[in-house]
């Protein structure tokens, strides 16, 4: 994602420093041969990512007027490790072998007991293991949030919204395993799964953060922005993630072309595409869709039913749709020029990224 203005280096840098500086203080409590490799785990997990949820919990603090605090990079910066809890736990459950290019967490426990020559099964071993990392890191987010050194008085005005963010999040990924167990689905249950997994917890409540955060009061015209410009930024990125697991450049997502089909997710592409299919289309999504040894033959028929069928170029116009209502909702928003060009900026970076 190239640089902008609502995403500079140096907010960046602000990020990565604050998540460095809280892992080293966690190295008394994980120190010794046994428990290293779940810190270096834990370290290399949080050393990319886009950092798009800090940086709409930022702006929205600026948006409400929050200053030059530094303790708000803090607060923000701990969104990442629920982020990344998130994400190992989502591998676990999709069996994926790769996330942004090297192994997943589980995959990644799975060779060092192979390596190891231990007992039992090594698979086993690494699922178990990459859900403890994935815990660990859901406690420290909520530790590192706490902590970060914010007035109590913020963190109090915020803290029924950090509690409902980490429920929604548990509770898509729960119903993500619904969809996918059901075999079925429509787009609007798709949609269901996509706000509550990702959507919310990636723009809208992030940004809700943030304005509390600086606010201290759930004022109507917060919400209002939230629901107008978050939740919609929020599909549109959930829809584009949607593409992308489908239709991305292995080298820019950093997982083999295809993953999301193998895998069988139901997404809103998916279920738009199948609600228009003919009877042969159909058929052969059901009976290719979630077969983890796709070929290429298969992605390709996939991918082509999804275009023949026109659910690419309906998801496309609906980001564009999304993202063109959320950007108008902005102009009239009570928050500083500075967080308005900002959170533009960082709506067109979510829905229109290549990874």
């Not at 192979?114 to 530790?143: I, M, N, R």
């Not at 898509?172 to 429509?186: I, K, R, S, V």
Request: net charge negative.
């Amino acid at each position: 994602m190239p640089t902008s203005f609502a995403l500079s280096d140096v907010f960046l840098a602000e990020v990565d420093q604050r998540l460095r500086a809280f892992v080293d203080r966690q190295r008394p409590l994980i120190s010794g041969p046994e428990l290293n490799p779940l810190l270096e785990a834990a370290e290399d997990f949080l050393s990319g990512g886009k950092r798009l949820r800090p940086a709409f919990c930022y702006w929205g603090w600026r948006g409400a007027g929050g200053g030059d605090d530094p303790a708000i990079f803090t607060a923000a910066a701990s969104l990442e490790l629920l982020q990344a809890s998130a994400l190992i736990h989502d591998d676990v459950m999709d069996a994926s072998d790769l996330r942004r290019g090297r192994p997943a967490a589980h995959r990644r426990f799975q060779a060092l007991h192979e390596e190891s020559g231990w007992q039992g099964s090594a698979e086993q071993f690494g699922e178990g293991a990459a859900v403890l990392l994935g815990s660990l890191l859901l406690v420290w987010s909520s530790e590192m949030w706490r902590t970060s050194g914010l007035p109590a008085a913020s963190l109090a005005a915020a803290e029924r919204v950090h509690d409902q963010m980490r429920t929604e999040l548990m509770c898509g990924q729960y119903l993500d395993l619904l969809e996918q167990a059901h075999g079925g689905g429509t787009f609007e249950s798709a949609l269901r799964v996509a706000l509550h997994k990702s959507g919310k917890y990636s723009v809208e409540q992030p940004l809700r953060l943030g304005l509390l955060l600086a606010a201290r009061a759930e004022e109507p015209w917060i919400d209002r922005l939230c629901v107008d410009y978050g939740q919609k930024v929020g599909i549109a990125f959930q829809l584009r993630d949607d593409v992308l697991g489908v239709f991305g450049d292995p080298v820019e997502t950093g997982k083999p072309a295809g993953d999301d089909l193998r895998e069988g997710k139901r997404t809103m592409l998916i279920a738009r595409a199948l609600s228009e299919a003919t009877p042969r289309q159909a058929a052969d999504v059901r009976l290719l869709l979630g077969d983890p040894k796709l070929e290429e033959d298969g992605v390709r028929r996939l991918r082509e039913i999804i275009e023949e069928t026109g659910a690419l170029a309906a998801s496309e116009e609906m980001i564009k749709r999304y993202l063109d209502d959320a950007l108008a909702c902005l102009e009239s928003a009570p928050i500083t020029a500075e967080a308005r060009e900002a959170l533009r900026e960082l709506a067109i970076a979510a829905t229109s990224r290549r990874s």
